[in-house]
């Protein structure tokens, strides 16, 4: 029987684009802070804590490019930016990740320290 998810391994596959594009935490926040209103840069530095403006540059103008945010100038100092009807689609999505990680964000934090003590102990004992 063939794996219904093996089409999604290929190069060119969409689906792997659309993984490429979600795997980047920056991307997800970014989207998840437009899903309200439309936001200006230094709005959305101050939401995202611990992006730095390059780097939120950097992801707009990628969201942009696939389709996801729009940039909105009214003046040169003043630009908006907003999720297109396409990023507005991974609103629901993100919601339910966002949950999940709020349910079992702990649990995985648990087992990250429990991993990290164990190979701390074995270098120790090793060493």
Same mark, same amino acid.
């Given at each position: 029987? +063939?794996?219904?998810?093996?089409?999604?391994?290929?190069?060119?596959?969409?689906? +792997?684009?659309?993984?490429?594009?979600?795997?980047?935490?920056?991307?997800?926040?970014?989207?998840?802070?437009?899903?309200?209103?439309? +936001?200006? =840069?230094?709005?959305?530095?101050?939401?995202?804590?611990?992006?730095?403006?390059?780097?939120?540059? =950097?992801?707009?103008?990628?969201?942009?490019?696939?389709?996801?945010?729009?940039? =909105? /100038?009214?003046?040169?100092?003043?630009?908006?930016?907003?999720? /297109?009807?396409?990023?507005?689609?991974?609103?629901?999505?993100?919601?339910?990740? /966002?949950?999940?990680?709020? /349910?079992?964000?702990?649990?995985?934090?648990?087992?990250?320290?429990?991993?990290?003590?164990?190979?701390?102990?074995?270098? +120790?004992?090793?060493?």
């Amino acid at each position: 029987m +063939r794996n219904a998810a093996e089409p999604a391994f290929l190069a060119d596959c969409p689906t +792997r684009l659309v993984v490429e594009i979600l795997s980047d935490k920056w991307a997800v926040l970014v989207i998840f802070a437009l899903s309200r209103q439309p +936001r200006r =840069h230094g709005e959305l530095v101050d939401l995202i804590g611990g992006v730095s403006r390059k780097v939120l540059t =950097h992801t707009l103008r990628r969201l942009q490019q696939y389709g996801l945010v729009e940039r =909105h /100038t009214e003046t040169p100092r003043q630009v908006e930016y907003s999720l /297109t009807g396409l990023g507005r689609t991974l609103v629901e999505p993100i919601e339910v990740l /966002t949950n999940w990680a709020r /349910t079992y964000g702990g649990a995985i934090a648990d087992f990250q320290e429990a991993a990290e003590a164990a190979t701390s102990a074995q270098s +120790r004992a090793a060493g």
